[in-house]
């Protein structure tokens, strides 16, 4: 099993690793769903792949928005870079980028990102017949779901903790709708978060959706097939990243010595 977690900025990669991730996740330049996180500059994420392969702990890319064909040459040179710092794996959505990491760069490990909408064994076969190595599920999946995922033979990297998005695996329209800002784009203004009003009178938080947690599941979800175990939150604070993650490798050691977890 793997424990991934996320990397919003260089203290929070640091919190991450310290308190015992297998993987992180981070992103470079403008083409990652959380253009909004602080990221890291060319310089700062080629330290951080050496920094994080000096502890033994695997880097993957986040290239997973939707871009223009104008956008292409500027993504191949992000993906230069990356192979030239010895980048892990690299999450897409867009099928343009993948393509350009099969002809240019094909020892790049490809990982299907949650905006693809895979929600069934037949995206995850149909995305290992195309190449990829691994499937990040939608949220709403199933746990029936994700075993027949990795029944197809195919890496899974289930959600296990943080913020849930109110729409099918992160597609929402809604802030681009209203704002302009696209959550394909990295540009996500979560109104969802906001509160509202109805005609009746009816006011609160009426979409928000509670967060996401499920330590106390990881034995089912390993027996289910479950392959990596992610933590959502590229733009938390760093003392946020290194408690998830402290208490998501006590309970993943835990599960593999097939032992209780008790925080």
Not at 38 to 62: K, M, P, Q
Not at 112 to 138: D, H, W, Y
Not at 217 to 235: N, T, W
Request: glycine residues 8%; charged residues 20%; proline residues 3%.
């Amino acid at each position: 099993m793997e424990l991934l977690a996320p990397a919003g900025s260089r203290e929070a990669l640091a919190a991450a690793v310290q308190n015992g991730a297998d993987a992180v996740y981070m992103g470079l330049g403008s083409f990652n769903a959380r253009r909004s996180a602080r990221n890291f500059t060319d310089e700062d994420f080629a330290d951080a792949v050496a920094y994080c392969h000096l502890h033994g702990v695997r880097v993957y890319l986040t290239l997973n928005t939707l871009l223009t064909d104008r956008e292409l040459p500027e993504a191949a040179e992000v993906l230069r870079k990356a192979s030239a710092w010895g980048v892990d794996a690299v999450l897409v959505q867009d099928m343009g980028v993948a393509r350009i990491i099969q002809q240019s760069y094909p020892h790049l490990v490809l990982h299907a990102s949650t905006q693809m909408t895979i929600n069934n064994a037949q995206g995850a076969r149909l995305m290992k017949e195309m190449g990829f190595a691994r499937v990040v599920p939608a949220r709403e999946c199933t746990l029936d779901e994700l075993r027949r995922m990795a029944d197809v033979g195919v890496e899974v990297e289930a959600f296990a903790h943080g913020a849930l998005c109110v729409a099918v695996s992160g597609q929402c329209l809604f802030s681009s709708m209203i704002g302009g800002r696209s959550g394909n784009r990295g540009r996500c203004a979560q109104p969802c978060r906001l509160p509202y009003t109805l005609e009746d009178g009816t006011s609160g938080y009426l979409l928000s959706t509670k967060d996401l947690m499920l330590i106390d599941r990881i034995p089912e979800l390993r027996d289910a097939g479950v392959y990596s175990f992610k933590l959502e939150g590229r733009m938390k604070r760093p003392e946020y990243v290194g408690v998830i993650t402290r208490a998501y490798r006590e309970a993943l050691d835990a599960a593999e010595a097939h032992v209780s977890y008790h925080p």
